[in-house]
Structure formats: structure tokens, C-alpha cells
């Protein structure tokens, strides 16, 4: 199968799940193509089998540049088989109100583009003080607080659950 992973990213961690997603394809058999989306205008998108976007959601939205090339391909995206993976810190845990809100964002958004992938995957970010400014480690302190009350707020750490992730990957890519 040939993927195009087009993803979207502010501190780097969806990149870095987007980079996995290609290695996990590669390494199963499959080709990959993979852009940022701000960068990938003007892509004929039916030379693939399979599109697959990453994005992160910040403050309750995905990035302007996923909406755009959403909006921009439209068409193509109907015509070729499409994934989703929303990364979030919303999907660490089981919080039932947090995943009622995750499926409103994702539900929202697809009202608004009328873009409707064949599977959604939620996968947990990660929470990187060293890359925030100030008023964004205030917000990130207290989002971090409620979410994972015994986490050293000076401290960069990971959610994301490769192995969950690969499963998902490997039903999708390799039934
Ligand atoms: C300013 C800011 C706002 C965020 N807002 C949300 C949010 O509304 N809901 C959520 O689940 N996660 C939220 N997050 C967590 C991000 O989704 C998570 O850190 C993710 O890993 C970021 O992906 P990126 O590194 O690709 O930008 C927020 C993070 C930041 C820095």
C-alpha cells in the first residue's frame, strides 16, 4: 500500500507520531509519502491507496492548516480511503467527560469540512513545558494538575501509548 501521512504540529508530537506512523508502514511492507500540511498544496492525493492526517487539537480545535488542505481537497479525499489521528491530552487516561468532549471536537470539525474519515484514532500527546512560553505553562500547569495530579509540572513528559498506537496500525495496514 502507498500512504501519504500529512500532519500538523506546534510542539512536535504529532510530528513525532506521524514519523512513526511511516516507520510502522515501512518497516509492515508498505511505501509512505510524508509532508507537514502547511507545505503539502497542490498534491494529487489519488496516487495513494490510503491518506492519513495527524494533528494535534489546541484549545479545543485542530490547526488552521489541517481545516485548509482539508477544505482545499475536498473532492480527493473522497475519493481515496482516509484516517484520522487526533492527539490530544484529553485521550491519556479514561475520563468520560474528557472523551465526550474529543468526540464533540472531531464531530465539529467533520460538520465543518464535510470530511468523514473511515476510522478515527485518539492518541494521548505529550506535555513539553520546555517549549511553552510563559502564559502557556500556566494554562498547560493546570490542564496537567487535574490530568495527572502527581506529574512534575518542570517536567517534559510523553503519553503517547506506541503499542496501542501500533495495534491500530496493524489492523488498519496489515488485516
Ligand atoms: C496551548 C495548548 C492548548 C492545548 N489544548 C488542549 C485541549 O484543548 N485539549 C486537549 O486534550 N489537549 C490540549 N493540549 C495538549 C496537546 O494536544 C498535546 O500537548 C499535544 O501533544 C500537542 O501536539 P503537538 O506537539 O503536535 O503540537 C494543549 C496544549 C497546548 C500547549
Not at 504540529?9 to 506512523?21: D, L, V, W
Not at 467527560?97 to 473511515?118: M, N, V
Request: glycine share 6%; net charge negative.
Amino acid at each position: 500500500m502507498k500512504l501519504f501521512i500529512g500532519y500538523a504540529s506546534k510542539e512536535g508530537q504529532s510530528r513525532k507520531i506521524a514519523r512513526h506512523i511511516g516507520d510502522f508502514a515501512f518497516d509492515t511492507g508498505h511505501s509512505f509519502e510524508i509532508c507537514a500540511l502547511h507545505d503539502a498544496s497542490e498534491l494529487d492525493l489519488r496516487r495513494f491507496d490510503s491518506v492519513v492526517l495527524v494533528a494535534p487539537i489546541h484549545v479545543g480545535h485542530y490547526p488552521k492548516s489541517l481545516s485548509q488542505f482539508v477544505e482545499f481537497n475536498q473532492a480527493q479525499l473522497t475519493e481515496v480511503d482516509t484516517r484520522f489521528v487526533s492527539v490530544s491530552l484529553a485521550a491519556a487516561g479514561y475520563d468520560a467527560e474528557d472523551w465526550r468532549g474529543l468526540d464533540h471536537i472531531t464531530q465539529d470539525f467533520s460538520e465543518a469540512t464535510g470530511w468523514i474519515p473511515a476510522d478515527i484514532m485518539h492518541v494521548a500527546g505529550a506535555y513539553r513545558p520546555s517549549k511553552y512560553d510563559i502564559l502557556t505553562k500556566f494554562l498547560m500547569r493546570r490542564i496537567l494538575a487535574k490530568k495527572d495530579p502527581d506529574a512534575d509540572p518542570n517536567q517534559d513528559r510523553e503519553y503517547t501509548n506506541w503499542s496501542d498506537l501500533n495495534a491500530w496500525l496493524n489492523g488498519w495496514l496489515n488485516p
